[in-house]
C-alpha cells in the first residue's frame, strides 16, 4: 500500500506541476512570429520578442473564463495534494481519499473548460499557426487529473 500512496503521491505532484507549466507558459497558440498565451502574446521583432496584451485580440468574457479556470484548476489540483496528505494522517479508513477526489475532479473539469473554451472560440479562423506545448500540456493534465480522481475514488471504495 506504501508503494501505491507513493506512485499517487507522484502522479498528483505531475499533475500540478503540468497544470502551472500550462497555465503560465507562453505557447497556446505558436507561429513563426508569434506566441500566444491566456495572458499575453509575444511578436518576434526582429530579434527581439515583444510583450503585446490581448485585451482587444479575444473576446474579453472568454479570454477571462479561460484564465480563472486554469488558475482554479491550479488552485484546486494543490489544495487535493496538500488534502490527500493531510488525509493519510487524520482520517480513519473509508473516508480518506473522498476530498482529494473532489478536489481533483474539480481541477480536472476546470482545466477541461479552459481548454475547450480556447479550442472553439480562439483561433478558429486561422491559417498560419498550432496549437503550441502549453495548450498540449493543458489536455495531458486534463487527463492525468481525471486519473487521479477515478484512483482517488477507486482507493476509497477498496479501503472500506
Not at 499517487?8 to 497558440?29: D, K, M, Q, S, Y
Not at 490527500?84 to 477541461?112: D, E, N
Amino acid at each position: 500500500m506504501l508503494v501505491l500512496l507513493a506512485g499517487i503521491f507522484v502522479l498528483h505532484i505531475t499533475t500540478v506541476i503540468l497544470l502551472l507549466a500550462a497555465t503560465i507558459g507562453n505557447a497556446w497558440w505558436v507561429t513563426n512570429s508569434m506566441s500566444t498565451d491566456i495572458w499575453a502574446s509575444w511578436i518576434l521583432t526582429g530579434s527581439n520578442w515583444n510583450y503585446t496584451d490581448l485585451s482587444g485580440t479575444y473576446p474579453a468574457e472568454y479570454l477571462q473564463a479561460v484564465q480563472a479556470s486554469s488558475v482554479l484548476a491550479c488552485v484546486f489540483s494543490g489544495i487535493g495534494l496538500f488534502v490527500f496528505v493531510a488525509q493519510l494522517f487524520t482520517l480513519p479508513k473509508g473516508k480518506r481519499f473522498t476530498f482529494s477526489g473532489i478536489f481533483q475532479l474539480l481541477a480536472c473539469l476546470c482545466i477541461m473548460i479552459a481548454a475547450s473554451i480556447y479550442t472553439d472560440i480562439f483561433h478558429k479562423n486561422e491559417s498560419q499557426g498550432q496549437y503550441g506545448p502549453s495548450f498540449i500540456l493543458a489536455w495531458i493534465s486534463f487527463a492525468l487529473t481525471f486519473i487521479s480522481c477515478v484512483i482517488y475514488f477507486i482507493l476509497r471504495k477498496k479501503t472500506t
